[in-house]
């Protein structure tokens, strides 16, 4: 059928590092809840329930089926994706997919994390072969450890222009009231903050957090005369997979999967010259690293200048292309929600809705979701 | 762009209560090469996969990351449905008429031998109110059944004649292992596991895998002269707490029959379909199913048992196949049952192949405590099947 789709509302939940006040279904509920708001809508105006989050985090096992009563899915056709980190862009995509097939009109997507009611990073350890990788490069901070070295040996980047990312990112967050850390940092916090795995200090790598969001996607139809949102419409969208072996992968840090669907999106949405044609863009970036070596990856700037975009200042909130306005990951992750929460950010912008962290004049908007073994999925989104 | 969306190869590689030679990885593999070859088709010819697995069952935080050497998924969009099997086609057949893509691999997998699987289950009960009752699915599957049964009636002795049903019926059918020509009596005898269900009434842990190949209207001729076409699917999900629910009946499953229903164009079930696969975790859901899919009136699912209609040779076959007690994993069961429904339609089905003609048929899949989520996909082989897609959700009146 092939139609057009579109964001039409976003919700989110306030994070923390622990959300006490609320169980599993109540945090979903909180962001449900703010994005039928949003989108001046009731359940029954949903015609689909997509949701997903990483089951290892919480210890429950099918939690959709706990949710029912949260997303309001009942009696509806409901489908649990959970593509690891990716998650969020995948139950995203998923809905453009939904509504692009002719066979559902509005579809509620939904991540959620809530990591204090368990263990992320031994949950995160099971993902790894059991054989080869769990007992040396298990979770997110051993690899990205080894994977910036790699990245600050062959290119000269160093740990400061690292910083730099910690310092932007969290200087966002504060504009943000749904960012989970919105203290500001400096180069100096970030170099003397405690060792996790040399090069990564703490304030390199993302929190955790419990959350969650929710997008709703709309037909052409819903978009236009329903929506009191300006719609944010899907222009493109890619999503690669990749071996499951991170020590496998030359140069693993500069992410050959998102270069391939960087390509694959940019053909199908026009773009020849991202750094001009993207007026924002938020990244799902795990580590201060990722984020320098993303602008390469994206085409920003040529391989191995990422360092030198950060210095030249072109991704703050005043430069040419800003990159996460919203904090970005290292000042919110809830994992689930995390890949979609970039999606629904750079809707917001979009939308002309993002409040203090509003960019001006967004009509083309990239997220990244980032998951797996180093999987990607793009989405562009576009005004009217 | 795609007005339709077809089957063009199937393949299953056999289930077995424990195949401990094979890794996830290996067991994926042969599956899917198992499928290219039979198509003729080459990894780079795939556009896109959907596969289906739980992270729980196969002890693995983001299990498709354990396959995607064995799926082909370098540098291709992959996505895991962690459910059933039969909503990842209901699913992969969505990715197929979003436009974006041509075809569409759908896996699933489950390797159940290597968990304790009332604990796992266990994990699906939410942690506040009903985890330290010990629920499992076999419990709140007794609790369905004793609802079921006494509303209606139905003896031990009628569940257990869908449970002999099903396991002689598996005794023919080459890729399950549990099956043996049983009589109710000795269904009755068995270990009683959670009363009224006995373990011959119950799903057995299982491991395995399959895969089918989903093709648009305009490649799917490409792959194969016999396409089978998705003429309708729909799929709901009720409420959570068994307590909510009357748990007698099987109200997402009527829902998400009466969406594919009419997606179809069907009108008639119990005249119009030629055979039904479904997903009997449990003896007693080959009596209650048929009821909420409009095959007979409710609380007369035994009495169509008895009448022998759904026998492999009667005017309506259900579960040729033996079903999920014959032996078949979660994820895996209700792709299994599209797969047996489509082969039965191209007259591929081998030793379980029913005489009748089969033009149209029915799979269903769930997953959940007492089949909580349901899906329900009918299958035609009639090329003239609707070229032009119906919503299965939306309201009348609706463009």
Request: net charge neutral; proline share 4%.
């Amino acid at each position: 059928m092939a139609r057009k789709a579109a964001i039409i509302a976003a919700g989110q939940t306030y994070h923390k590092s622990k959300r006490r006040d609320v169980n599993i279904v109540e945090l979903i509920h909180e962001a449900v809840k703010a994005c039928l708001e949003d989108a001046q809508m009731g359940p029954k105006d949903i015609d689909a329930v997509l949701i997903g989050n990483m089951e290892h985090f919480e210890g429950v096992y099918n939690p959709d089926l706990w949710a029912v009563d949260a997303t309001g899915a009942l009696m509806k056709h409901a489908l649990k994706i959970t593509t690891g980190g990716t998650t969020g862009a995948s139950v995203a995509h998923a809905g453009y997919y939904h509504v692009a097939s002719g066979l559902f009109d509005c579809v509620l997507c939904i991540g959620w994390e809530k990591q204090s009611d368990g263990d992320t990073t031994a949950g995160l350890i099971f993902q790894s072969d059991p054989l080869f990788e769990r007992s040396n490069m298990a979770g997110a901070i051993g690899t990205f450890a080894l994977a910036a070295s790699e990245y600050m040996d062959r290119f000269g980047i160093s740990e400061e222009q690292a910083a730099k990312v910690a310092v932007k990112n969290r200087g966002n967050a504060v504009n943000n009231p749904y960012a989970h850390l919105r203290r500001p940092v400096t180069v100096q916090d970030v170099l003397t903050s405690p060792p996790l795995a040399h090069p990564i200090k703490l304030l390199d790598m993302c929190p955790t957090s419990d959350g969650a969001c929710a997008i709703i996607v709309a037909s052409e139809e819903v978009a236009r005369k329903k929506s009191p949102n300006k719609p944010a419409w899907f222009k493109a969208l890619a999503t690669r997979h990749d071996q499951p072996f991170n020590s496998d992968l030359p140069l693993l840090i500069n992410m050959r999967t998102l270069q391939s669907a960087a390509k694959e999106a940019y053909k199908q949405a026009g773009i020849t010259n991202p750094r001009k044609q993207f007026d924002v863009a938020e990244f799902y970036e795990p580590c201060t690293f990722a984020e320098l070596s993303w602008y390469e990856a994206l085409g920003f700037c040529e391989l191995g200048g990422g360092g030198k975009l950060i210095d030249s200042g072109v991704t703050e909130m005043t430069g040419e292309l800003p990159v996460n306005p919203s904090g970005g990951v290292i000042s919110t992750n809830c994992i689930g929600a995390t890949a979609m929460i970039r999606v629904a950010e750079a809707a917001l912008q979009v939308m002309g809705k993002a409040g203090a962290r509003q960019v001006d004049g967004v009509k083309t908007a990239l997220a990244t979701g980032f998951g797996g073994s180093f999987w990607t999925e793009i989405t562009i989104l576009e005004g009217n | 762009m795609s007005n339709r969306v077809a089957i063009v190869g199937t393949f299953q590689s056999g289930c077995e209560r424990e195949k401990r030679g094979r890794h996830i990885t290996e067991l994926v593999y042969e599956t899917v090469s198992g499928l290219m070859k039979k198509l003729g088709m080459e990894m780079s010819q795939v556009d896109n996969i959907v596969s289906c697995s739980q992270d729980f069952l196969d002890g693995r935080t983001i299990s498709n990351r354990t396959i995607p050497e064995a799926e082909g998924a370098y540098l291709k969009s992959e996505a895991k449905l962690a459910g059933d099997g039969s909503q990842a086609v209901f699913y992969g057949m969505i990715r197929i008429l979003s436009g974006k893509y041509q075809n569409c691999l759908v896996l699933a997998h489950a390797k159940m031998s290597e968990g304790s699987q009332n604990v796992i289950a266990n994990a699906m009960f939410d942690p506040i109110y009903q985890r330290a009752l010990g629920l499992d699915e076999i419990i709140a599957a007794a609790l369905q059944a004793r609802a079921y049964m006494t509303r209606y009636k139905i003896t031990p002795e009628q569940t257990a004649e869908a449970a002999a049903k099903a396991l002689t019926s598996a005794a023919r059918n080459k890729n399950v292992f549990r099956g043996k020509k049983i009589s109710a009596k000795q269904v009755l005898a068995s270990k009683m596991l959670s009363s009224p269900i006995h373990e011959l009434e119950a799903f057995m842990p299982a491991d395995g895998a399959c895969a089918l190949m989903l093709a648009s209207e305009q490649q799917a001729f490409k792959w194969t002269k016999s396409p089978v076409w998705i003429a309708g699917a729909g799929s709901a999900i009720e409420q959570y707490y068994l307590g909510d629910r009357d748990l007698s009946s099987a109200a997402a499953l009527k829902e998400a029959a009466k969406r594919a229903y009419k997606m179809a164009g069907i009108r008639h079930p119990e005249k119009e379909i030629d055979l039904v696969e479904l997903s009997n975790y449990f003896s007693f859901q080959e009596l209650m199913y048929p009821e909420a899919l409009g095959l007979c009136a409710p609380g007369k699912g035994a009495a169509l048992l008895a009448s022998g209609k759904t026998m492999a040779d009667g005017k309506l076959p259900v579960n040729p196949s033996g079903g999920v007690l014959g032996g078949n994993p979660l994820c895996v069961s209700g792709l299994t049952r599209v797969i047996e429904a489509a082969d039965q339609i191209n007259g591929e089905a081998g030793n379980i192949q029913v005489k009748k003609p089969v033009k149209i048929a029915l799979a269903q899949g769930s997953y959940g405590p007492a089949g909580q989520s349901q899906c329900v996909l009918v299958l035609s082989g009639d090329a003239k099947v609707k070229a032009k897609v119906n919503s299965p959700v939306r309201k009348k009146g609706k463009k």
